[in-house]
């Protein structure tokens, strides 16, 4: 399977780069990626968040032949106009609790919020949670009381925000262990964002994703979560390129799973999912990943996405970044994408770089 896998991706990338420009017509374009200023330390299974024009970077993993280092530094810096960052601009601020990698992270108002993800003790279910300050570092970290209700790394955390006006911090697949199983979950679990930024209880909803996975990419668009891709355990395939939608209920948690008739180009997991408004109408953008058998990608696939929540086809941009890779973070800034660290094949393994392109449309 995992050599058919790698002919079949070299084949759908070369195939339809070229005939892209007759697929496109007025759809999402991306700029030549450029370098900026890297940060410290290089890395996979990080992540990174975005507050205004000031992005953070947050732990991570960097493994060698004889041992791994697991971080829960934060760093941070800001944006220009130009979308670079300034050389020297990388500062550390408060790390969170316990190193680790894989973990989720959101945003919500003045709060980063770290959830779950692997350390030294193994897979964790705590949530933790830290103000962001006028001068944008952050303060003291609180661990919430409340935990997951299944320890769980390489999870997608995002924010969902109903209709009645509460938010929900979201928990979204991931792996873990089950005695002495490695289980790729199916679970989505949510807890409500009090005003004073605290969480309130886990709770497990009731609609699983069709198919236990972690590392997947994820998005949320007009109240629709989602979800595509991510390495599982199924018998038949155990990297997946199949693209899952639900709508988000008023309690917090999706309502039933619809599978998008438009798959991925190839199977993946490690890679990053954004939606953008850059040209004109809302895109599912995915970016890298890992395709097993060592097949580390450094392209841009992109869809629309219709009204009713299905996108088109997914289409690959002719500008690709720089290194294959695998386990990179995304942040989006405007209409700049960005591209941070991540595993890639060989040649010393891990990356700091940064790279960035400027979306827009035809």
Not at 54 to 64: D, E, M, P
Not at 135 to 151: E, K
Not at 264 to 285: D, E, W
Request: with cysteine; charged share 15%; net charge negative.
């Amino acid at each position: 399977m995992r050599n058919a896998v790698r002919v079949y991706c070299a084949t759908v990338v070369m195939s339809l780069l070229a005939t892209l420009a007759a697929a496109r017509g007025d759809q999402l374009t991306f700029s030549t990626w450029k370098a900026t200023t890297p940060f410290e330390g290089p890395r996979t299974s990080h992540a990174a968040t975005l507050v205004n024009n000031r992005i953070y970077i947050l732990g991570g993993l960097y493994a060698s032949a004889n041992n791994f280092t697991l971080y829960n530094d934060v760093q941070t810096a800001l944006l220009g106009n130009d979308g670079a960052i300034a050389e020297g601009a990388w500062e550390k601020t408060t790390p969170f609790v316990e190193p680790r990698s894989g973990m989720g992270v959101a945003v919500h108002k003045e709060f980063i919020y770290v959830v779950g993800g692997f350390s030294n003790k193994g897979t964790r279910a705590d949530a933790q949670y830290a103000r962001v300050m006028p001068d944008g570092m952050l303060g003291s970290w609180t661990t919430s009381p409340n935990q997951l209700a299944i320890p769980r790394s390489n999870l997608a955390l995002q924010i969902f925000s109903t209709m009645s006006g509460t938010s929900y911090l979201a928990a979204i697949a991931g792996v873990g262990e089950i005695g002495k199983d490695t289980v790729h979950f199916d679970t989505i679990e949510t807890a409500e964002i009090n005003p004073d930024g605290s969480l309130g209880q886990w709770k497990l909803c009731p609609f699983h994703l069709k198919g236990g996975r972690s590392a997947p990419g994820v998005a949320v668009n007009k109240g629709v979560l989602y979800v595509a891709g991510g390495w599982g355990d199924l018998l038949i395939e155990d990297v997946f390129s199949d693209v899952q939608y639900a709508p988000i209920r008023d309690d917090g948690c999706p309502d039933a799973w619809h599978t998008n008739a438009a798959r991925l180009n190839m199977p993946l997991y490690g890679h990053t999912m954004t939606v953008t408004l850059a040209a004109g109408r809302p895109s599912l953008v995915v970016l890298g990943g890992n395709a097993g058998q060592g097949n580390y990608f450094n392209n841009v696939q992109f869809a629309p996405l219709a009204p009713d929540s299905e996108t088109g086809r997914f289409v690959f941009d002719t500008h690709q970044f720089a290194v294959p890779r695998w386990g990179q973070a995304t942040v989006q800034y405007n209409n700049f994408l960005y591209v941070l660290g991540g595993s890639q094949r060989g040649n010393g393994d891990y990356l700091n770089d940064v790279q960035f392109t400027v979306m827009g449309n035809q």
